[in-house]
């Protein structure tokens, strides 16, 4: 049956060979180890001289490569696979065992396709038969052959999912003239199957006998076998029943061909003209559902070729075929699935792009290069070396196909039923691997291979179809009759091309992808009905913007007297009007309603329900859009008046204001060199920014002598205004004293004199104290607070017994330095983070929304949380940054639940401003028992992680990882039904009993 299956190795995972008896002295259990058997393989006893040799040329070589492509011996290690010999006689068996049961099944007597009596009740036909109106006959006969095909004889077949496939090659004499046409042949396909399914169903060798669809192309129903007890999760075997060769002629197949009638279709009256199938429209993907079959034998012969001697070839194809699961693309109709892209491989091979000397890493970056740089929708491929001048060329195909990629024989594409914007995303996501894998501060391992990459937290925005029954509707308004016919019916696949094209078009310019989901429909009981086409459940739909243009309200296009203006009109409908711009121009424009930031955040939502509306015929009631689920929590008022980013800009702009002021001030004996903000507004963190409030005047009585209001009793009481702290640095000078507590003095009447000259200078409302100046400007209170650049130095100064001056940390000092040098900072690199990533102060918002949800706002530090977040937009890989609110607390919470504190830095590179991020590593490992339990690392704080040192404790951190328990379920409901969004405050008490209780019983 070939060689054995093959899975990637975890780290610490033990491999498939025991360590030889009696190597490492007794055994478990106090027992002496067994003897070694001859011949088992004994550890090599090198003497010293052999042991410090120099290295030869080959391990230098070895050496070179784990530097220079794997960048660190982890990942050749991780890479590693070892062959599991009990299990490889297991499945052999099972094969065996199945093979004989096909040759007992009994023959059955010839009947009507329609009628399938001589099937029990206990199974069904594993085929939509619709239309029922088929003529032919069909009897079982016995297979003539069975052979292994796929992953599993090429041992590249990856765990947990072990997929065996073997064709089952039909006779002959079950087949009749003209089976190619109107679904003959998958009618008798499926009954085969079924047959076959009757009788292995009551077999005990079997623990589940089962349908499924191949890629969920209901064209291509196949037959699960799993082995009974334990090893029913250890291999499944997948039948797929094909025709004998030559028993259709290739040429009727190809992509300008039609194999399936109008008239059968909608079953009509046959038209009387004698060749009116002339004028049938061609059946692509029909047709490339009977060449898969007929050339499945000559592909296995194909990869054989291709993967003898060449053991980087099946380390790279288990490389990217992890690499395709953790981005979800393949499994579904028109995945790049496994058997994809080892044709890919095998091309690079023909094509000399690799040779057989790669390593699997090699391969890898080969394979994903490729992709990052070949359009595959406008340059197609093809493996066929004698190019026969019957046979289609790329053209052909790429007129038929939306993605080229042909098969050795020529005949089939590879890609039929992969959508362009599918291709896309592989291609997107190859190139941002790439520049992973390129970047020597990134673990790629990590990145690429063990992180999954969810749509949910991919996209910016994603949206569902919930009924995709709906886009039988949209077949009907789209008018594509001729391709649903292609399709055997399935609506979902037919409509699916079009409607992405039509959001592609649509978001042109705001969206840098336009992705979908694949279609998946799971596996079923032999008894019960084939799964209709609306059975793949809700689509998923998702939106990678481009920062800079997707928030805009306009949609210019072209003049009005242009010839385009007619399609422009067409295209987006009654939204369409004419215009006059700035330039004098006359154009055709679309301008989308939002008012505020939040509302041009979901300007794509308005384009997506009306575009579908009107082209698709799809209601909005059939679209959950949860591009904004979670921003009402952050919405300021009681009315609708957006999620606060204009009161911050508002507050930043007045603070703009005052700085300035403060620079140019007149009068004062040191002039002003920095202003600092501290307060979270300043950097659009403030969950709830303050909002301007200006005095009502008949609430208050006014005492002209002091300037000041007093509320009236019987009034309500004033609101309350929090003071934004800002840190106003002074220049040096000789006439500062060196003594604290004179500094403090000199502080205080700088104080008195910026309230003064403000006042004087600017007609500002000040307040004067010992330890600040409180400032109302424009309805908000800024507090001011004086800073003199040498007094954390002076206030570290301790005077020893002996008279000898000497500086130590104080925690007046540290406190000074927090507030002076260190907060500061942090405001203004993430103040310039907003400017980069206008989401990322909404961002972190939403997560300190969460952690007050669950009580644990006091044990850890604003701060913290904003650094948290900053880590997301700094080094989002794999993937982009965030660019909605949502996604990016998704992400903020995935990030608690699968950070290794205990092991690893979080280092922030604010400002890019590190660059010894292995030193930060190394003395983390030497000193963690001595560090926090969360410990962030900045260009400003490399070594002590000042704002996690007091808190989070380790039960609060703990408490604080549980939030993973709340992202899959959050994930799950936001692809069904559910639209809103409660915190999860009873799961943190649980989280927070259990942490206690444990650490009782440890203590």
């Known amino acids: ?90 499945i052999d068996a099972f094969l065996h065992e199945i093979n004989s049961l096909l040759s007992a099944i009994p023959d059955t007597p010839e009947t ?20 029922f109106t088929v003529k032919g006959r069909f009897r079982f006969l016995s297979p003539t052959e069975l052979k292994v095909v796929g992953s599993y004889l090429l041992g590249t077949c990856i765990k947990p999912e072990i997929n065996m496939d073997v064709a089952v090659t039909m006779p002959w004499e079950i087949f009749q003239d003209k089976d190619n046409l109107n679904q003959h042949y998958h009618w008798k396909r499926a009954l085969y199957l079924a047959h076959i399914a009757q009788h292995f169903s009551k077999e005990k060798l079997f623990g589940s006998v089962k349908f499924a669809y191949m890629n969920s192309n209901h064209l291509k129903p196949i037959l699960l076998l799993r082995p009974q007890g334990k090893d029913e999760k250890m291999v499944t075997v997948r039948l797929h029943a094909c025709p004998a060769p030559g028993l259709f002629k290739p040429s009727c197949f190809y992509p300008s061909k039609n194999n399936v009638r109008t008239a059968w279709f909608m079953e009509q009256s046959t038209p009387k003209e004698g060749r009116a199938w002339a004028t049938e429209p061609p059946t692509l993907h029909y047709n490339s559902s009977i060449l898969c079959d007929m050339v499945l034998l000559s592909h296995l012969h194909f990869l054989s070729s291709a993967a003898t001697d060449f053991l980087g070839m099946k380390d790279g194809l288990a490389l990217l075929k992890v690499w395709l699961n953790q981005r979800q693309l393949s499994k579904g109709l028109g995945c790049f699935s496994g058997f994809l892209v080892s044709m890919l491989v095998a091309y690079l091979l023909m094509k000399r792009k690799i040779v057989k000397m790669m390593s699997g890493y090699q391969v890898l970056r080969s394979t994903l290069q490729f992709l990052a740089t070949t359009d595959l929708t406008v340059t197609g491929i093809s493996l066929a070396k004698d190019v026969d001048a019957s046979l289609p060329v790329l053209d052909d195909f790429h007129q038929a196909f939306e993605v080229v990629f042909v098969d050795p024989s020529g005949l089939v594409n590879l890609c039929a039923d992969m959508t362009a914007s599918k291709y896309h995303q592989v291609q997107f996501e190859a190139k941002r691997s790439m520049e992973i894998l390129d970047d020597r501060m990134v673990d790629g391992f990590q990145v690429l291979l063990m ?73 079923w009981s032999i008894d019960a009905e084939p799964p209709k086409h609306k059975d793949v459940g809700p689509l998923t739909f998702g939106l990678l913007f481009v920062p800079e243009f997707a928030a805009s309200t306009l949609e210019k296009g072209p003049q009005a007297d242009h010839p385009e203006a007619l399609d422009f009109r067409t295209f987006w409908g009654e939204k369409s009007e004419l215009r006059r711009f700035q330039d004098g121009s006359i154009c055709e424009a679309v301008v989308w309603e939002a008012d505020t930031i939040c509302q041009k955040r979901l300007i794509p939502e308005q384009i997506v329900r009306h575009l579908l509306k009107l082209h698709a015929d799809i209601p909005e009631s059939s679209i959950c859009y949860s591009g904004a689920l979670l921003e009402s929590v952050i919405r300021t008022g009681q009315k609708e008046s957006g999620t606060g980013e204009e009161a911050m800009v508002s507050v930043v702009c007045s603070y703009d204001d005052l700085s300035r002021k403060l620079w140019n001030l007149k009068g004062l004996p040191l002039t002003v060199t920095a202003v600092q903000g501290v307060h979270p507004a300043l950097r659009y963190t403030d969950v709830f920014p303050p909002i301007p409030m200006k005095p009502i005047y008949s609430f208050h009585t006014r005492i002209r002598t002091k300037q000041l209001l007093l509320p009236s009793e019987e009034k309500p009481c004033p609101a309350y205004i929090a003071p934004l702290k800002i840190i106003c640095h002074m220049e040096g000078s000789g006439q500062w004293p060196q003594d604290k507590e004179a500094i403090k003095r000199i502080k205080a009447a700088f104080h008195l004199q910026l309230a003064e000259l403000l006042q004087q200078q600017h007609q500002l409302v000040c307040r004067p104290a010992v330890t600040h100046t409180d400032v109302y400007k424009e309805g908000y209170v800024f507090r001011l607070q004086v800073a003199y650049h040498r007094e954390p130095l002076i206030l570290k100064e301790v005077v020893t017994p002996e008279g000898m001056l000497k500086y130590q940390d104080t925690e007046d000092s540290r406190q000074l330095e927090l507030e002076t040098l260190h907060l500061p900072y942090l405001t203004s690199s993430l103040h310039g983070l907003q400017q980069q990533h206008p989401v990322f102060g909404s961002t972190c918002r939403l997560a300190k929304r969460w952690v007050c949800a669950q009580l644990l706002s006091d044990n850890i530090s604003e701060e913290c949380v904003d650094l948290l977040v900053a880590f997301l937009f700094l080094h989002p890989a794999p993937f982009t940054p965030p660019s909605s609110p949502q996604v990016g607390f998704l992400r903020f919470l995935d990030l608690l ?45 490399r070594w002590s992680s000042m704002w996690t040192q007091e808190r989070p404790s380790v039960q609060v951190s703990w408490a604080l990882c549980c939030g993973h328990a709340w992202l899959p379920w959050d994930e799950k409901q936001q692809g069904g039904e559910h639209t809103g969004w409660c915190p999860a405050v009873l799961p943190c008490f649980w989280g927070i009993q259990l942490c206690i209780a444990t650490w009782g019983e440890i203590l």
């Not at 329609?114 to 594993?126: F, R, S």
């Not at 077949?475 to 699916?496: F, I, P, S, W």
């Not at 983390?924 to 926090?932: C, I, K």
Request: proline residues 7%; aromatic residues 6%; contains cysteine.
């Open 1 to 90: 049956w070939g060689p054995s299956q093959r899975g990637l190795r975890s780290p610490g995972q033990e491999g498939g060979r025991d360590p030889p008896a009696g190597a490492g002295g007794a055994a478990r259990g106090g027992k002496r180890a067994a003897p070694a058997e001859a011949g088992a393989l004994q550890p090599a006893k090198l003497s010293r001289a052999e042991l410090y040799k120099p290295p030869t040329s080959e391990e230098l070589s070895q050496l070179k490569e784990t530097e220079d492509l794997f960048h660190s011996s982890l990942l050749r290690l991780q890479v590693s696979r070892e062959a599991h010999k009990e299990e490889e006689e297991k």
């Open 112 to 131: 009507e396709l329609t009628d399938q009596a001589w099937l029990p009740k206990g199974v069904k036909v594993l085929f939509l038969q619709v239309p």
């Open 451 to 523: 992180t999954a990459k969810p749509m949910l937290r991919a996209f910016d925005h994603v949206f569902h179809l919930k009924h995709a029954s709906k886009l039988q509707g949209a077949c009907k308004k789209m008018q594509l009759l001729n391709e649903l016919m292609d399709r055997g019916g399935n609506y979902v696949a037919t409509a699916l091309p079009f409607v992405v094209s039509l959001l592609a078009r649509g978001l042109a310019g705001r969206a840098l992808l336009v992705a979908h989901s694949l279609p998946q429909i799971p596996e």
């Open 897 to 941: 639940a699968t950070f290794d504190w205990k092991n690893n830095p979080l280092i922030v590179n604010l400002n890019a401003g590190l660059t010894g991020e292995q030193a930060i590593k190394n003395k983390f490992v030497a000193a963690r028992s001595r560090l926090p339990v969360m410990f962030i690392a900045t260009p400003k704080d």
